[in-house]
T-cell receptor
Framework: KNEVEQSPQNLTAQEGEFITINCSYS?????LHWLQQHPGGGIVSLFMLSSGKKKHGRLIATINIQEKHSSLHITASHPRDSAVYICAVRSSGGEKLTFGTGTRLTIIP | GAVVSQHPSWVICKSGTSVKIECRSLDFQATTMFWYRQFPKQSLMLMAT?????????EQGVEKDKFLINHASLTLSTLTVTSAHPEDSSFYIC???????????FGPGTRLTVL
Protein backbone atom coordinates (compact mmCIF):
# COMPACT_ATOMS: atom_id res chain seq x y z
CA LYS A 1 0.00 0.00 0.00
CA ASN A 2 1.36 3.42 -0.95
CA GLU A 3 1.92 5.91 1.83
CA VAL A 4 -0.09 8.48 -0.14
CA GLU A 5 -3.24 7.46 -2.00
CA GLN A 6 -5.25 9.72 -4.26
CA SER A 7 -8.72 9.30 -5.69
CA PRO A 8 -10.00 9.35 -8.27
CA GLN A 9 -7.11 8.55 -10.61
CA ASN A 10 -8.93 10.15 -13.52
CA LEU A 11 -11.78 12.62 -13.51
CA THR A 12 -13.64 14.13 -16.43
CA ALA A 13 -16.23 16.83 -15.79
CA GLN A 14 -18.17 19.53 -17.59
CA GLU A 15 -17.14 23.13 -17.35
CA GLY A 16 -18.68 24.74 -14.30
CA GLU A 17 -18.88 21.61 -12.17
CA PHE A 18 -17.61 21.46 -8.61
CA ILE A 19 -14.57 19.20 -8.41
CA THR A 20 -13.25 17.24 -5.43
CA ILE A 21 -9.99 15.32 -5.36
CA ASN A 22 -9.10 13.27 -2.31
CA CYS A 23 -5.81 12.34 -0.68
CA SER A 24 -5.26 9.87 2.16
CA TYR A 25 -1.95 9.17 3.82
CA SER A 26 -0.74 6.66 6.35
CA UNK A 27 2.18 8.36 8.09
CA UNK A 28 2.49 11.21 10.54
CA UNK A 29 3.12 14.40 8.63
CA UNK A 30 4.25 17.93 9.26
CA UNK A 31 2.74 19.31 6.05
CA LEU A 32 0.75 18.35 2.99
CA HIS A 33 1.17 19.92 -0.44
CA TRP A 34 -1.21 20.09 -3.35
CA LEU A 35 0.59 20.48 -6.67
CA GLN A 36 -0.62 21.06 -10.22
CA GLN A 37 1.22 19.63 -13.21
CA HIS A 38 0.25 20.75 -16.69
CA PRO A 39 0.82 18.66 -19.83
CA GLY A 40 4.14 20.41 -20.48
CA GLY A 41 5.37 18.99 -17.20
CA GLY A 42 6.00 22.07 -15.08
CA ILE A 43 4.78 21.83 -11.50
CA VAL A 44 3.08 24.60 -9.58
CA SER A 45 2.64 24.46 -5.83
CA LEU A 46 -1.01 25.27 -5.05
CA PHE A 47 -1.20 24.88 -1.29
CA MET A 48 0.79 23.80 1.70
CA LEU A 49 -1.35 22.75 4.66
CA SER A 50 -0.70 21.57 8.16
CA SER A 51 -4.22 22.07 9.51
CA GLY A 52 -7.63 23.43 8.65
CA LYS A 53 -8.47 24.97 5.33
CA LYS A 54 -6.96 27.30 2.76
CA LYS A 55 -8.57 29.12 -0.15
CA HIS A 56 -7.05 30.74 -3.20
CA GLY A 57 -9.41 31.97 -5.86
CA ARG A 58 -11.55 29.03 -6.98
CA LEU A 59 -9.38 26.50 -5.19
CA ILE A 60 -9.98 25.27 -1.66
CA ALA A 61 -7.86 22.76 0.24
CA THR A 62 -8.80 21.12 3.51
CA ILE A 63 -7.01 18.72 5.78
CA ASN A 64 -8.14 16.51 8.66
CA ILE A 65 -5.08 15.48 10.60
CA GLN A 66 -6.90 12.96 12.79
CA GLU A 67 -8.34 11.16 9.78
CA LYS A 68 -5.15 11.58 7.71
CA HIS A 69 -7.13 12.95 4.82
CA SER A 70 -7.08 16.02 2.62
CA SER A 71 -9.32 17.26 -0.16
CA LEU A 72 -8.77 19.71 -2.99
CA HIS A 73 -11.89 21.41 -4.31
CA ILE A 74 -12.29 23.47 -7.49
CA THR A 75 -15.38 25.61 -7.82
CA ALA A 76 -16.76 26.69 -11.21
CA SER A 77 -14.28 24.48 -13.04
CA HIS A 78 -12.83 25.67 -16.33
CA PRO A 79 -11.01 23.87 -19.16
CA ARG A 80 -7.77 25.57 -18.12
CA ASP A 81 -8.01 23.65 -14.83
CA SER A 82 -7.29 20.47 -16.82
CA ALA A 83 -4.07 19.10 -15.37
CA VAL A 84 -2.70 16.43 -13.08
CA TYR A 85 -3.16 17.26 -9.42
CA ILE A 86 -0.68 15.72 -7.05
CA CYS A 87 -0.83 15.36 -3.29
CA ALA A 88 2.51 15.21 -1.47
CA VAL A 89 3.23 14.84 2.23
CA ARG A 90 6.24 15.74 4.30
CA SER A 91 6.83 13.28 7.11
CA SER A 92 7.15 14.58 10.63
CA GLY A 93 10.72 15.61 11.30
CA GLY A 94 11.80 15.32 7.68
CA GLU A 95 12.22 17.47 4.58
CA LYS A 96 11.47 14.90 1.90
CA LEU A 97 8.13 14.76 0.14
CA THR A 98 6.26 11.55 -0.63
CA PHE A 99 3.99 11.90 -3.64
CA GLY A 100 0.66 10.43 -4.55
CA THR A 101 0.21 9.07 -8.05
CA GLY A 102 -1.83 12.06 -9.12
CA THR A 103 -5.35 12.71 -10.37
CA ARG A 104 -5.74 13.53 -14.04
CA LEU A 105 -8.51 16.12 -14.35
CA THR A 106 -10.12 16.96 -17.69
CA ILE A 107 -12.68 19.71 -17.89
CA ILE A 108 -14.79 19.65 -21.02
CA PRO A 109 -16.11 22.96 -22.39
CA GLY B 1 6.76 34.83 -5.95
CA ALA B 2 9.73 32.50 -5.64
CA VAL B 3 11.03 31.17 -8.94
CA VAL B 4 13.13 28.12 -9.71
CA SER B 5 14.57 27.69 -13.18
CA GLN B 6 16.06 24.69 -14.90
CA HIS B 7 18.35 24.55 -17.87
CA PRO B 8 18.06 23.10 -20.39
CA SER B 9 14.33 22.52 -20.69
CA TRP B 10 14.96 19.60 -22.98
CA VAL B 11 17.99 17.73 -24.25
CA ILE B 12 18.61 14.90 -26.68
CA CYS B 13 21.91 13.09 -26.45
CA LYS B 14 23.62 9.99 -27.68
CA SER B 15 24.07 6.95 -25.50
CA GLY B 16 27.32 7.10 -23.55
CA THR B 17 27.51 10.89 -23.28
CA SER B 18 27.08 12.95 -20.13
CA VAL B 19 24.42 15.58 -19.63
CA LYS B 20 24.39 18.36 -17.06
CA ILE B 21 21.14 19.89 -15.82
CA GLU B 22 21.15 23.11 -13.82
CA CYS B 23 18.65 24.15 -11.18
CA ARG B 24 18.65 27.74 -9.97
CA SER B 25 16.63 29.59 -7.38
CA LEU B 26 16.29 33.01 -8.98
CA ASP B 27 15.12 35.23 -6.16
CA PHE B 28 15.81 33.37 -2.95
CA GLN B 29 18.47 31.35 -1.23
CA ALA B 30 17.87 27.62 -1.15
CA THR B 31 19.59 25.72 1.60
CA THR B 32 18.22 22.45 0.29
CA MET B 33 17.40 21.37 -3.24
CA PHE B 34 15.79 18.14 -4.34
CA TRP B 35 16.12 16.21 -7.58
CA TYR B 36 13.23 14.11 -8.85
CA ARG B 37 12.69 11.85 -11.82
CA GLN B 38 9.32 11.24 -13.41
CA PHE B 39 8.62 8.52 -15.94
CA PRO B 40 5.55 8.81 -18.20
CA LYS B 41 2.25 8.52 -16.36
CA GLN B 42 4.04 8.00 -13.06
CA SER B 43 4.51 10.17 -10.03
CA LEU B 44 7.67 11.99 -9.07
CA MET B 45 10.37 9.87 -7.46
CA LEU B 46 12.94 11.54 -5.26
CA MET B 47 16.47 10.83 -6.44
CA ALA B 48 18.54 12.85 -4.02
CA THR B 49 18.60 15.70 -1.54
CA UNK B 50 21.25 18.32 -2.10
CA UNK B 51 22.53 20.63 0.63
CA UNK B 52 24.79 23.56 -0.17
CA UNK B 53 28.40 22.81 0.59
CA UNK B 54 27.95 19.15 1.46
CA UNK B 55 27.52 15.84 -0.28
CA UNK B 56 24.12 14.94 -1.62
CA UNK B 57 22.03 12.27 0.06
CA UNK B 58 20.84 9.71 -2.46
CA GLU B 59 17.71 7.62 -2.24
CA GLN B 60 17.96 3.86 -2.22
CA GLY B 61 18.52 2.49 -5.68
CA VAL B 62 19.93 5.70 -7.14
CA GLU B 63 23.55 5.35 -8.25
CA LYS B 64 25.57 8.24 -6.91
CA ASP B 65 28.36 7.69 -9.43
CA LYS B 66 25.92 7.87 -12.31
CA PHE B 67 23.91 10.85 -11.12
CA LEU B 68 26.42 13.40 -9.89
CA ILE B 69 24.99 16.24 -7.86
CA ASN B 70 26.85 19.43 -7.01
CA HIS B 71 25.27 22.14 -4.86
CA ALA B 72 27.85 24.82 -5.44
CA SER B 73 26.02 27.78 -3.98
CA LEU B 74 22.80 28.73 -2.25
CA THR B 75 21.18 29.36 -5.63
CA LEU B 76 22.57 26.61 -7.86
CA SER B 77 22.52 22.83 -7.91
CA THR B 78 23.54 20.68 -10.86
CA LEU B 79 22.69 17.12 -11.79
CA THR B 80 25.01 15.36 -14.23
CA VAL B 81 23.81 12.14 -15.80
CA THR B 82 27.02 10.34 -16.69
CA SER B 83 27.31 7.81 -19.48
CA ALA B 84 23.63 8.20 -20.26
CA HIS B 85 21.65 5.25 -21.56
CA PRO B 86 18.20 5.13 -23.16
CA GLU B 87 16.69 3.94 -19.87
CA ASP B 88 17.79 7.25 -18.33
CA SER B 89 15.36 9.04 -20.62
CA SER B 90 12.94 10.75 -18.28
CA PHE B 91 11.65 14.07 -17.00
CA TYR B 92 13.97 15.47 -14.34
CA ILE B 93 12.58 18.04 -11.93
CA CYS B 94 14.30 19.99 -9.19
CA UNK B 95 12.78 21.79 -6.25
CA UNK B 96 14.21 24.18 -3.72
CA UNK B 97 13.37 24.87 -0.10
CA UNK B 98 13.35 28.55 0.65
CA UNK B 99 15.46 29.19 3.73
CA UNK B 100 13.34 29.69 6.88
CA UNK B 101 10.13 28.48 5.20
CA UNK B 102 8.57 25.06 4.69
CA UNK B 103 7.61 25.63 1.09
CA UNK B 104 9.17 23.78 -1.81
CA UNK B 105 9.31 25.58 -5.13
CA PHE B 106 9.52 23.42 -8.21
CA GLY B 107 11.45 24.00 -11.39
CA PRO B 108 9.82 23.56 -14.80
CA GLY B 109 11.64 20.29 -15.45
CA THR B 110 14.11 18.99 -18.03
CA ARG B 111 13.11 16.34 -20.50
CA LEU B 112 16.06 14.08 -21.29
CA THR B 113 15.98 11.77 -24.28
CA VAL B 114 18.90 9.41 -24.77
CA LEU B 115 19.18 7.87 -28.22
Amino acid sequence: KNEVEQSPQNLTAQEGEFITINCSYSVGISALHWLQQHPGGGIVSLFMLSSGKKKHGRLIATINIQEKHSSLHITASHPRDSAVYICAVRSSGGEKLTFGTGTRLTIIP
Amino acid sequence: GAVVSQHPSWVICKSGTSVKIECRSLDFQATTMFWYRQFPKQSLMLMATSNEGSKATYEQGVEKDKFLINHASLTLSTLTVTSAHPEDSSFYICSANRASTDTQYFGPGTRLTVL
